[in-house]
Each structure stands twice: as C-alpha cells, then as structure tokens.
C-alpha cells in the first residue's frame, strides 16, 4: 500500500493545526503567567520503537503526544485537581523516524525531534524556575509537588 498524495497533505494540515494551536497557547501560557498564575502545561509522551521489515529493514521509531493546557488561570490552591477537569487536550503522532542508534541518549535525540516537529516546545527552554515557582507557596513558604 503507498501513501497518496491527499494523505501527505491531510498530514501536513494536521501537523500544522496542531503547531499552530500549541504556539497559540504557549502565548496565552505566558499571558496567565504575566497576571499571576502558574503556567503549566502537560506533555504526556509515549514512544514505541520496532524492527519493521516494511521499510528497508530499519527499526521504525514514532512518537505520540497528548498536550494539556489549561484553560482558566490557575493558583497554587488549584493543584490536586487533574489539569483534564480544566483544560482543553489534543493529541497527535510525530514524524516517522529511523532509530539508527540503540543508546539512550541517541533515542532522547530522537524523541526531541519527533516532539518538536509537531510544534512541543524542546525541554531545554523550559525555565529552570518552574519548579520552584510550583514548590512554593503564595507566602513563600514551601509547599509539596503533587503528582496528577
């Protein structure tokens, strides 16, 4: 089976809907964030690699990411809630990719790829604050991260 030429276009649609809409809310992140609240978004990431004999006998690698933004400005009290009850999910695949490298760090490379080329922000621009911003409370005192 070959793939068409409607379906590389639907793709293409596809990857381009969803890099603009994470673009979109990553700037109303940074707008929630400017008033007050905590900017958070979840990126949830599954990979599965397996020896495919379909394509020039290469280990296939794909990627799929759900994101999560939230949708109404949240406070430190609005944590043990799952982020789902207030915030709008989607999900897509990433690019098909060969994994020509077995290590660990070769495969994170990989992943990286794959999850910026549907417009996921790489990890390594993530503010090293946000952790800190998260583990502490409004008065400053600390206060524990919770899991969701």
Known sequence: MSILKP???LRACHVASYRTWCKTRYEDLDRLQDSGGLAIVVHRIRSDAT???V????KLNVVEVMT???D????HDDLPQPLDNVGTTRKILGDLQVARHSTGRAQLALMEKQIQSVGVAPWALAPPSAL???ADGPAG???????M
């Open 55 to 58: 394509w020039q006998r290469c």
């Open 141 to 147: 005192s600390p206060k524990p991260i919770v899991n």
């Open 68 to 70: 999560t933004f939230p």
């Open 72 to 75: 109404v400005q949240l406070r």
């Open 7 to 9: 379906q590389v276009k």
């Open 132 to 134: 800190a911003a998260l």
């Open 51 to 53: 020896n495919a004999s």
